[in-house]
């Protein structure tokens, strides 16, 4: 199973991108699925996720009223539509997939997810 991310880039403050998710390989099923992000010199966070079963949807407080995550369970597909960007939102951001069922809680954290996209940059300019 892979995960590909795409539609990261350079953007100016205040700016728009939407971020798209794809799994490709063996027919998986997942339980949930998520962003995270990576800026430079800092550790990997959370920034939302999507449980397939109800639709329900977790932001972290950094995302709330600015990203909304929106996917297809069907294609294991998912998207981060960010607005409003901020310089801090500059990262490398990565898509990741759960097979398991937890807690909602516990799709906060990277150890439950299962398959992890390869990360597409997102520079946010000042």
């Known amino acids: 199973v892979q995960l590909q991310a795409c539609g990261g880039g350079l953007v100016q403050a205040g700016g728009s991108l939407r971020l798209s998710c794809a799994a490709s390989g063996r027919a998986f099923s997942s339980v949930a699925m998520g962003w995270f992000r990576q800026a430079p010199g800092k550790e990997r966070e959370f920034v939302a996720h999507?449980?397939?079963?109800?639709?329900?949807?977790y932001y972290a407080d950094s995302a709330k009223g600015r990203f909304t995550i929106s996917g297809d369970n069907a294609k294991n597909t998912v998207y981060l539509q960010m607005n409003s960007l901020k310089p801090e939102d500059t990262a490398v951001y990565y898509c990741?997939?759960?097979?398991?069922?937890?807690?909602?809680?516990?799709?906060?954290?990277?150890?439950?997810?299962?398959?992890w996209g390869q990360g597409t940059l997102v520079t946010v300019s000042s």
């Open positions: 999507l449980r397939w079963s109800g639709g329900s949807t």
């Open positions: 990741a997939a759960a097979v398991k069922y937890y807690n909602r809680t516990y799709y906060t954290t990277a150890r439950v997810y299962d398959y």
